[in-house]
């Protein structure tokens, strides 16, 4: 159906029920319809009135423990968050993928041009030719498309502005061009490879994975080419909680090096013990080798180190807290997880909000790594109302993966 037919469905609410199993809540469903509408005429501005049209969506995610431990492949407890990005997408018979975010200008991937070009590092474009080209490697049907998208996954948060949209785009080939039989995983991989070797940033596979998966889980990434994914089954509201993001008014946007850093340095320790990633060095053999490993790399790489054994750790205990009803211990867990990332990853834009009013607060994470980006924390429901800087994100624990809200 084109966009008016589209609109016309959305404002009769025969698609609401598709909305509610996307964004949960009533409340939500009617949020999203306007949000909806208004890209629909903006698709039909932009490029006709008569096209077919479909609706994507892919969530942004929390970190919730497991910091700076994927790329190492270790494990996290993540989930997607009631922000997303969300977009309206039409075939095109030119072999061409033509993109327009809001606030942003075109981007224009000629599909007869695949190939990585260091020069567009860090520009959108390079993530829609890094996803269209991954996924015509693996032998998925690739073809143009016209898309415009919106997102309020706040770009530079630490919400994983970026896997979202590259997820979006893995999803839009997948329903207009495979049937919708490109599985999460392989969307999540693909999200990956393209923000590594065409947008120039060697992110692991956290932010792709828990975007395109969805829901509230836990990721062992021993073999990233086959991550085990549990669904953690946990009512935040039947503990007198919420997860709450605050912004910080920070931005991570131009700190890819400091990023990349700690992949590197906890690499090098790696690589001093004859392995690859930390995963590969057993716990016990990483502190028996300490005294020598001081001679081969600096001390900023071993504390990182000591933190990714001791968050995965974190992990497997915030899981089993949970399994067991044990709030108190799970807030335990994630405030070690944040106090580690400060002081042994040496994250130092780390910032602590205090407590006001009649908030008592229980727990206080960093966000990937906290590199100036929102803070997370579990408050209290009895808490004030929330505002622009700090709201609830978890109330889309029960959404599914990224996918089409309707066809």
């Known amino acids: 159906m084109n966009a008016q037919a589209m609109m016309n469905k959305i404002k009769a609410g025969q698609l609401d029920d598709a909305f509610r199993r996307v964004y949960v ?9 306007s949000r909806y509408i208004e890209l629909l005429t903006t698709f039909a501005e932009t490029f006709g009135r008569d096209r077919e049209v479909h609706l994507m969506s892919a969530p942004g995610r929390t970190e919730i423990c497991g910091n700076h431990t994927d790329h190492n492949h270790g494990k996290v407890l993540a989930a997607a968050i009631n922000l997303d990005a969300i977009a309206v997408a039409s075939k095109n018979e030119d072999g061409v993928v033509r993109v327009k975010s809001a606030g942003h200008q075109m981007n224009v991937a000629d599909l007869a041009d695949l190939a990585p070009n260091a020069d567009a590092f860090g520009h959108s474009t390079a993530m829609v030719r890094g996803v269209s080209a991954r996924l015509s490697d693996l032998g998925y049907t690739v073809g143009g498309y016209d898309a415009v998208t919106t997102s309020d996954v706040m770009g530079g948060s630490g919400l994983s502005s970026s896997a979202a949209f590259e997820v979006l785009l893995g999803t839009i080939t997948s329903y207009l ?4 039989s490109i599985d999460p995983v392989t969307v999540a991989k693909v999200a990956q490879y393209s923000e ?10 956290l ?3 828990a975007s395109s998966v969805g829901a509230f889980v836990t990721i062992d990434f021993e073999s990233t080419q086959e991550p085990v994914i549990q669904k953690v089954d946990y009512d935040f509201a039947a503990s007198g909680h919420s997860l709450c993001i605050v912004d910080t008014g920070g931005n991570h946007s131009d700190l890819t090096d400091d990023y990349a850093a700690i992949r590197s340095e906890m690499e090098a320790v790696a690589h001093a013990m004859g392995k690859s990633v930390l995963r590969q060095v057993a716990y016990e053999d990483f502190f028996a080798a300490l005294p020598e490993l001081q001679t081969k790399v600096n001390d900023r790489a071993l504390i990182r180190a000591i933190h990714f054994y001791n968050d995965n750790r974190r992990v497997e205990d915030a899981v089993s807290c949970l399994e067991q009803g044990n709030f108190d211990g799970f807030l335990a867990d994630i405030n070690a997880s944040g106090r580690s990332s400060f002081m042994y990853n040496q994250l130092i834009s780390f910032i602590e909000q205090r407590a006001t009013s009649q908030t008592a607060c229980g727990g206080q994470l960093p966000y990937q790594g906290s590199l100036a980006t929102c803070g997370l924390r579990a408050a209290f429901q009895a808490a004030p109302t929330h505002t622009r800087r700090k709201r609830p994100v978890l109330r889309r624990c029960r959404r599914r993966w990224a996918g089409p809200c309707c066809a």
């Open 177 to 180: 061009y495979n049937d919708g």
């Open 196 to 205: 590594n070797v065409f947008f120039g940033k060697p992110c692991g596979l």
């Open 25 to 33: 809540t009533d409340g939500e469903v009617a949020k999203q319809k």
């Open 207 to 209: 932010d792709q994975m």
